[in-house]
């Protein structure tokens, strides 16, 4: 079905990653044989991608469409929204297009990465339409954690889709700029086949409050402190760090911005008009000191305690220019990433050792979500008022809560679309589902900035070796007599049993000395030899210890 | 300091878990030359312990002083109180003493670890005094997520010391065993020198939610179940399996267990008379069958996402008794425990696919937590009114939160002690504080049931290993000559960049020939020329890769 040229009165829509999971979020839409693409995401390693710094979403569908591809919209300039951008475009340089933030943070991304030479990158506004092929994309403004995102209309031959991105109902935004909810409506008026809606946050009841609320907390506390503070972010949550910024001129602070990332889209934000910092607030990180505590505010990297980040240094005592000392007040105004839980809490931990005053969610209300909560999941879905709808950047547990809510408004559970990535999902006036597989989808796990993905293999190997340790065996034989000449020598490592026996390390060689006496005269394959001692050792110490070590026997032929 | 003899008009406590953590509780009560030991837990690895199954206090301290201790009491059958008792006993075989399931459930635990025959326990009842030496052990019961936990007034000649273990202020406990709240008043009114209390949820407010809440959510599953429901806890949850039996009584439903450590501990429970199975209520796993769905409940292990439990078989369709299939209702009656979040949504994702209803606590109160909120921990400063207070069962951040908490009741900071492991506390009438530290203090990291622990060699070489891999590199080298006669091979696994370059391993051969070739003439000592090699090639793919794996030379002498 993969390669079968659909009709234009017929939608695809290929997700290839951001549903069923929670990050490198990336959708193709495809009418006829022409393929646009939203958004281009990166997510962060389980605890069991061993050495994995990156994963990024399986293109092979997009690399076997080249000719197809007219380009990349991007929603907002979030990581999970652009980070897989630097790969990509490697191996599918298409144009890119997004506002002038996002396009502004691309730019950072793709020049670390040296890839921005090549990169052809555009910029529209929220109130631009403009046309890839025949696709008609009608972008429309949404609140978030990030200023400048939007959410897209696609026209096209079979139909409207309406992709959210990510989006909450923000009355009251930082920045002023309000969800574009007229333009939305129109769109709907004017009828769409099919929504995508974000449901990351199906599972909570209400709205989100506004990102304003984050204000009234900020403010309680720099009037309340006696010495600096210290707060900490994602390096792109630009409407807080500019609550923070007001709060620090209000309260006669000067600020110091920490941590690579956060210096360098803080200053593109604030080059764009997007911060509004007053002439003679800021200060540069070596300017702290002349400075009373009580006049200083620092925004820094390190809310997920990143090993290192500024804050996570501090809290160890390990930065350079800020020791913490009694009376500081930290605040970490953002909340753990799933999976980073406990490096967040052990910074915590730390700081409080170190006497600084921490503040973090479950203290005061310093951090509120990007995404909108289930009863601004459902004002969208009667705004859009779609024929299909179709959550996306959820897991499935999300995605099964959107389902029975839309089903609550009426939407039958035919009309609601549960996609997995590499779905081949076919939507007309008629029917929409399920019709097929891409060959290849998935994820691709980046280690490094390198030469390219971790395989399978690799990842088992450093599972079994980094839980059970390993054992080489080399072995010197003589061609001739079939006899040992050298060796046997056995050298562990990470294996547990080892450390602390030499007379295992005597057992093992008997066996490997007893195996090679004992090989039959025709066993000359050195292969089906390695094999054997392989075998022989390891059933020799599952029995004695239990355990499985990675075991690689190297025979010489001497 | 640790070898000093204290007076007897003076207490020392030393933490040796527990404290600066959540899990593997264990704190020593010294007075003059004897010491009793409260607790004896255990707990989990954190995800970069590699390959360690569980983690227990170092009792180093314990074995310098054996002579003087007179035994360990238990105040409750969790893990995190009784599961290190295996391996101390075998080093340190002193009396144990526990309320009857504490040692039903230690008695299970030990037996699994062969070491039950020479363990010497003993049963004491919450109504109980004993003497243990110079402590008179004076037990209060306490309502906890397990039958028959209590906390204990230790009297000492230099006064008394109240521990409260894991508590809450259940007012409808199902098992109908009210917190003693009359003797520990008692206690509190004859005077308490030291109260040790658990702050674990010090950071919520207001009161926990009686365990009886959890029936109320029960009911209203099982009353609209149309098909079977399976219900997941921990497998020592006897409060909320009787629920569960009780509605499946209720509801005309079977009920079948699931899980070896769920079956062994409900059968103990059971024999004992903590859990009241009617007759003809339970069948056996194989006897599923011949019910109808709507006739059967299934109580099983998993709500962590363990691998290998039986919920997580189930949710991969890879249990040998049980399909889930549309219709099933499963329910999650567990939070999940720091660091298993992953592994429980996981489970959850999976089971929704396979056409499950999946509750779990932020759909429904299908979980209650055992630890009293902050009025609980309030209520039982002011019940005990201590002259000292030490919080105790929480990371640094709790035991901070905790002491603030009794700030403003009116305990004087100097009153409240913040330990960490290893501290040596001295306490009385006149002075409390830290005046030394142990020498040896922290974690065992155990791998399997064998030999002993995991070194910090080994596991930072498994961190190593685990995530950058290892390359092999063998070459003989004629003794006469110095000339290589054999290879070199290289061999490497989980390094990502020679999985995928037949020229790398070309190139890294040519360095070692050159390296060989090279060698000063005088230079024959085999160690020096294996670390030559390591750097050479360490240098070599650092330059060619950004990557440090693990190298291991390996010189045959031939």
């Known amino acids: 079905m993969a ?37 281009c995401g990166l997510s962060f390693p389980g605890a069991e991608q061993l050495g994995v710094d990156l994963v990024i979403p399986d293109i092979s569908y997009l690399l076997e469409h080249k000719e197809m591809v007219q380009g990349i919209i991007l929603t907002h300039g979030h990581e999970d929204h652009i980070g897989a951008l630097a790969f990509v ?10 506002t002038r933030l996002t396009i502004g943070f691309t ?78 409506t129109r769109i709907g008026q004017e009828g769409v086949l099919v929504l995508l809606s974000d449901c990351t946050n199906v599972e909570r009841p209400g709205f989100v409050p506004s990102e304003a609320t984050v204000a009234g907390a900020l403010e309680n506390i720099f009037r309340a402190a006696q010495r600096r503070v210290i707060m900490a972010c994602f390096a792109s949550n630009v409407h807080r760090v500019q609550t923070a910024i007001d709060m620090s001129v209000k309260y006669g602070r000067k600020v110091a911005l920490m941590g690579r990332s956060m210096e360098r889209n803080m200053e593109m934000a604030q080059q764009m008009g997007y911060l509004r910092v007053p002439e003679g607030t800021r200060i540069r990180a070596d300017e702290i000191e002349d400075y009373f505590p ?12 990143e090993p290192m980040a500024a804050l996570s240094r501090m809290a160890v005592d390990d930065h350079r220019k800020i020791k913490i000392v ?13 999976g980073n839980e406990d490096a967040v809490w052990r910074t915590v931990n730390h ?28 004002l969208m879905l009667n705004l859009v008022d779609p024929q299909y709808v179709m959550p996306v950047h959820g897991e499935y547990r999300m995605l099964h809560r ?33 019709v097929g597989r891409v060959e290849k989808s998935g994820a691709v796990l980046i280690d490094g900035t390198g030469i390219g993905d971790v395989s399978e293999i690799v990842l088992r190997d450093r599972l079994h070796i980094g839980q ?16 040992i000449v050298s060796g046997p020598e056995v050298i562990s490592r990470g294996f547990v049993y080892m450390d602390q026996s030499e007379a295992l390390v005597e057992e093992i060689k008997t066996v490997i000395i007893e195996k090679i006496k004992n090989l039959p005269e025709e066993d000359n394959d050195w292969m089906v030899v390695q094999q054997d001692l392989r075998d022989a050792v390891g059933k020799f110490l599952y029995k004695k210890t239990q355990r499985r070590p990675m075991i690689l026997p190297i025979l010489l032929d001497l």
């Open 89 to 98: 475009l490697k191996e599918l340089n298409v144009p890119v297009y997004g």
């Open 107 to 184: 730019k950072g991304k793709l020049a670390e990465h040296r890839v921005l030479d090549k990169a052809k990158l555009h910029v529209f506004s929220a109130n631009d339409k403009f046309r890839l092929g025949i696709f008609e994309i009608e972008p429309f403004r949404v609140a978030h954690s990030i200023p400048d995102a939007v959410g897209f209309a696609v026209h096209t031959p079979a139909g409207t889709l309406v992709h959210t991105g990510d989006f909450k109902f923000d009355q009251t935004p930082v920045d002023g700029q309000l969800f574009d909810i007229a333009k939305l």
């Open 402 to 434: 959107y389902a029975q809510i839309a089903g609550e408004m009426g939407w039958p559970q035919e009309d609601v679309i549960r996609g997995e990535i590499g779905d081949i999902i076919e939507v007309s006036e008629e029917v929409a589902g399920v």
């Open 351 to 378: 700081l409080f050792r170190r006497g600084a005053e921490v503040i973090y969610d479950s203290i005061a209300p310093v951090h509120v979500s990007g995404h909108g909560y289930a009863e601004e999941l459902k």
């Open 468 to 483: 059970d340790g390993f054992l080489v065996l080399v072995v010197g034989v003589s061609a001739e007599t079939g006899e």
């Open 3 to 39: 390669n079968k040229t659909p009709k234009t009165d017929t939608l695809q829509i290929i997700p290839l990653g951001g549903i069923g999971e929670i990050g490198k979020n990336m959708t193709a839409i495809r009418c006829g044989d022409q393929i646009v693409v939203i958004d």
């Open 326 to 338: 009694p009376g500081d007040t930290v605040i970490l105004a953002a909340s753990a990433v799933p």
């Open 294 to 305: 009580q006049q200083v505010t620092v925004i820094t990297t390190g809310s997920q305690g």
